[in-house]
């Protein structure tokens, strides 16, 4: 191994997959933890454990197969990580980071305690607590605090006299609905040697039906002095957390120009997919030098980029059969990445396409065609 | 599983590992065999047999485990691969192109059979054959026919009075040395669907004592002239062959602009390592689709590149250790490819890393540089 540091990672999906195709270019051994025996990470990695990255005794006995562990999802044992820590192993991000994270109402308490901007918000212990909220904070969007994602724990309420049964229950979070022009984010990354740099800033567009992103484009059309600001907004935040490894800053962009940080992500991330073929280098290949503490250099676009999620469709469920791919691999410059999912669901992310150009609106048409004819449905 | 076929890859080298790491973004099932049972590309693959891919029972049973076979290197057992096929398997490259290409006295005949200008030879049984060729044909390079690769099998002889000892034995190919002023390769792809493709050309820079490519350019600066005939004639052979897979071909280029083909290889090459960073599709992605039988692409440059080998440094011999890459990972636009090989030896090739930039010039120094601090020592 090149790479004397053997590394774990708890979770194997579609970000442990992309981080192992990308590992064998610095000789990395790595062993993956994950519940799903078909996982998408699974046959990419050196060693393979299938169990729960949630479960304390789990994660701590993995982490004894390796000197590093690092994360593709946030939901982990945090306790499991802080004694593998405190015996010495290297754990980045740092357990504290993510526990932070994972919790969605102490990510908004950070960011008001450190004065970053971010929409006004209400913790609630149960939905009891809604009828306490002033009728001017809604619209607002409810968010479950642990373990929602990908527009799962998520739910837009319009006022606070609905019904208890429509709102979530448990701890959660109400967050003003923001009146933004469009949603953008920037990946920074940090080696814990001093360098901290950030990808582009990329803008994301809404599948509105799934909530979901549907298609990001990089790099983004706003004024530079808006792009500017977001970049610096993100870094900020990763020197305030203090994070070695990735971090994904998802941020609203106001009609006014001013930037809200909607929600962080201690990992790669969807919305930094296309830096595999639009960047000088790709999210993987940070994700990798930062945790291992290895040099890091400031990415750069090496065309217009647009990234666009292949979805299982509506109304199936069950192995999936893909259709179109060869209308799909006839185009030029477009690049499918199959996630590997055996089973496919209403809005499940079994992939992605990124297609490179020279303008958004070239990419708009090849975009829209790989959307029509790419089909994910079952037999 | 995107692609239902599930394809085996005889032999688990290098190519097999940028195979490897290419195949999820399909779907891939792959298996390899290889007799190494640290091979580069065995963790990567849905299921690796260790054994010998010259052996015919082993090939044959190994062909069993799959619905398509394909090749990473070229000396396997074409017997096995016969059967295979004739049972109802495919095998891209067909088993009697690869029989063709791994006799290089065959290769040399079929050239003059097709009317493809290549280097005057004669065919030798053995050493006293050498003293029957004209003194006025030296110097001259003897190749053994079969199994030489990376310039082992290969002689220069300067004229016939040479001690026999000093000769290849066995049989062997006598090859007039061409007075060339640069030596180029292009490579091609074909579908089995009636697509042929060919990569942009490529011009090799030799290191003289290791009789090793040591950088490789891209594009090439050749006359447009040059370039185009260069690519017929790649074409050409692909098309006469009917090979469905992936050609390299390299030529040489006489200082008349005369084009001879050197030798050929059925499968992605050492001089296409750079169409990852430096192509809109990499050899790699192209040789799956070729295969497959789906649609091919024209591969474009996306930059000026530069492909160095990392060689094993001559006196060391053991497992391996590299130094310098903390330098390398330092400059932008500059991509290691270490292969995950465990034992290095003197110009054993270890890896490759690949440069981009915006002329020959920029590269030169950056390459220059590269080589100078990456070095693969042992402990």
Redesign the interface.
């Known amino acids: 191994?090149?790479i004397q540091k053997k590394v774990g990672i708890l979770g194997g999906g579609q970000l442990g997959?992309m981080l192992l195709?990308e590992a064998?270019?610095?000789?990395i051994y790595v062993a993956v933890l994950d519940p799903d025996k078909d996982a998408?990470a699974k046959?990419?990695?050196?060693h393979f454990v299938q169990g729960s990255f949630s479960d304390f005794d789990t994660v701590y006995q993995f982490g004894q197969l390796v000197d590093l562990i690092t994360i593709e999802i946030e939901h982990v044992n945090i306790n499991a990580l802080k004694k593998l820590q405190s015996e010495g192993k290297e754990v980045y991000p740092q357990p504290e980071i993510i526990e932070l994270i994972q919790d969605k109402g102490l990510q908004k308490q950070f960011y008001q305690n450190n004065s970053i901007l971010t929409s006004p918000f209400v913790l609630l212990n149960d939905t009891t607590d809604l009828i306490t909220v002033s009728p001017d904070f809604f619209p607002a969007y409810q968010k479950s605090r642990k373990a929602g994602y990908d527009g799962k724990g998520v739910k837009r309420i319009e006022h606070n006299s609905i019904d208890a049964k429509e709102a979530l229950s448990g701890p959660t979070v109400l967050e003003k609905a923001v009146n933004h022009q469009v949603e953008i984010a920037v990946i920074t990354a940090s080696n814990g040697e001093g360098q901290v740099i950030s990808f582009p800033v990329i803008e994301m567009e809404f599948n509105a039906e799934a909530n979901l992103v549907e298609r990001v484009w990089m790099p983004s059309e706003l004024p530079d002095s808006i792009q500017q600001k977001a970049h610096k907004v993100a870094k900020e935040l990763t020197l305030k957390l203090g994070i070695r490894g990735l971090l994904a800053v998802e941020m609203f962009v106001t009609h006014e120009g001013e930037i809200l940080v909607n929600e962080i992500a201690p990992r790669p991330h969807n919305s930094g997919h296309q830096t595999i073929e639009g960047c000088?280098i790709s999210q993987f290949a940070m994700h990798w030098?930062a945790i291992l503490g290895?040099?890091l250099?400031?990415p750069?676009t090496?065309?217009v980029s647009c990234m666009v999620n292949v979805l299982g469709e509506k109304g199936f469920s069950g192995p999936v059969k893909?259709l179109g791919?060869?209308e799909v691999?006839?185009?030029?410059?477009v690049?499918?990445?199959?996630?590997?999912k055996k089973i496919t669901k209403p809005f499940r992310k079994m992939g992605h396409v990124t297609l490179?150009g020279d303008s958004r609106n070239e990419l708009k048409i090849k975009s829209s065609k790989v959307m029509q004819v790419l089909r994910v449905i079952s037999n």
Chains 1, 2 share one sequence.
């Not at 064998?24 to 000789?27: A, F, G, K, R, T």
């Open positions: 191994m090149s997959r195709q064998p270019n610095l000789d998408p046959y990419l990695c050196h000088t030098r290895l040099p250099i400031t750069q090496t065309s893909y791919m060869h691999l006839e185009m030029s410059k690049y499918p990445h199959l996630y590997g490179c």
